[in-house]
Nanobody
Framework: QVQLVESGGGLVQPGGSLRLSCAASGSISGIRSMGWYRQAPGEQRELVAGITNGGSTNYADSVKGRFTISRDNAKNTVYLQMNSLKFEDTAVYYC??????????WGQGTQVTVSS
């Protein structure tokens, strides 16, 4: 059974940085794309960043220039480097894998809190 295991969340001051990781455990193949979503209290889950198997990326306007998504295909791992963090980046962050057979996997979520 495939599970996505996230790590790297935590508490950081405004302007600080965090790096999230998400690795797939178990056998998984044919990953079409990977992504990061976030959900703040009382808000809907939103796409933060995505990356295709070809390396094309897309970002939410609110994080462009501050966040960078990358992937290691050999390790079935996706990363999210978050710089210049703001209060409004506080949320639970979820990783997401979409396979070529359109199976979607979600991570369990990791809390990111930006606070002074």
């Amino acid at each position: 059974q495939v599970q996505l295991v996230e790590s790297g969340g935590g508490l950081v001051q405004p302007g600080g940085s965090l790096r999230l990781s998400c690795a797939a455990s178990g056998s998984i193949s044919g990953i079409r794309s990977m992504g990061w979503y976030r959900q703040a209290p009382g808000e809907q889950r939103e796409l933060v960043a995505g990356i295709t198997n070809g390396g094309s990326t897309n970002y939410a306007d609110s994080v462009k220039g501050r966040f960078t998504i990358s992937r290691d295909n050999a390790k079935n791992t996706v990363y999210l480097q978050m710089n210049s963090l703001k209060f409004e980046d506080t949320a639970v962050y979820y990783c997401n894998f979409l396979t070529t057979t359109y199976i979607i996997y979600w991570g369990q979520g990791t809390q990111v809190t930006v606070s002074s």
